[in-house]
């Protein structure tokens, strides 16, 4: 089945910089690829998505890169705030079916004042 | 996003007890899906439903999990003699058709003493 890493586990920046988070995958049938933040205690909310036959994204502060052949995707997030504080996932799933996500095991980002 | 409840919020139970967890999915949607998310780590996939079908519940227990999504009314994560092992946050998630996109709720938090 699939299986997503996820680096770095944990990633302090300071206010105004960049932070970038990097998933690989395994199944090179997967074809959907979001990103979540979750903040403690809160659900898991949708932040970025990107689909196979793209390899950039951006919404925003927020980019995602795919490379389908190296199979890994990344998160660029720029002039970092405060408030993007949080554990981001990453995740892969195969989409045709509405199939279950398999998560990365996630990155507690800190942006530091 | 904000659409998807879930009730309870937090869930106390004692060994061998029942837990029942409740999922409304966003009005319009038709697919859910139950994860397991343990402390400091990763979403878990369980079981993904459409309305009276289970589609896929390899990540569920053999035994003690059920689920199910009736045509009226939320889906239901149902663990039958709980064990201090089954103390994590429930997130259910929904989708509208097989589209990509999925929408977390708050989450259950089951404490088990």
């Known amino acids: 089945g699939e299986n997503v890493e996820q680096h770095p586990s944990t990633l302090s920046v300071q206010e105004g910089d960049s932070a970038v988070i990097k998933c690989t995958y395994s199944?090179?049938?997967?074809?959907?690829f979001p990103w979540y933040k979750q903040e403690l205690g809160k659900r898991p909310q949708l932040i970025i998505d990107?689909?196979?036959?793209?390899g950039e994204k951006k919404d925003q502060r927020i980019a995602v890169t795919l490379n389908k052949t190296a199979k890994h995707f990344s998160l660029h997030i720029t002039e970092t705030q405060p408030e993007d504080s949080a554990v981001y996932f990453c995740a892969a799933s195969k989409g045709n079916y509405g199939q279950n996500f398999v998560f990365g095991p996630g990155t507690r980002l800190s942006v530091l004042p | 996003n904000a659409g998807v409840m879930q009730n309870p919020r937090h869930l106390v139970r004692r060994r061998g007890q029942e837990a029942r967890l409740r999922c409304s999915p966003v009005?319009?949607?038709?697919?859910v899906y139950w994860y397991r998310q343990l402390p400091e780590e990763g979403l878990k996939f369980m079981v993904y439903l459409q309305k009276e079908n289970i589609i896929d519940e390899s990540g569920m227990p053999k035994e003690r999990f059920s689920a199910e999504f009736p045509k009226e009314g939320p889906s239901i994560l149902r663990i039958q003699q709980v064990v201090r092992g089954d103390s994590a946050a429930y997130f259910c998630a929904s989708s509208r058709d097989r589209s990509y996109e999925q929408y977390f709720g708050p989450g259950t938090r089951l404490t088990v003493t």
């Open positions: 009005k319009g949607h038709s697919h």
């Open positions: 990107i689909r196979s036959n793209v």
């Open positions: 199944d090179s049938a997967s074809n959907y």
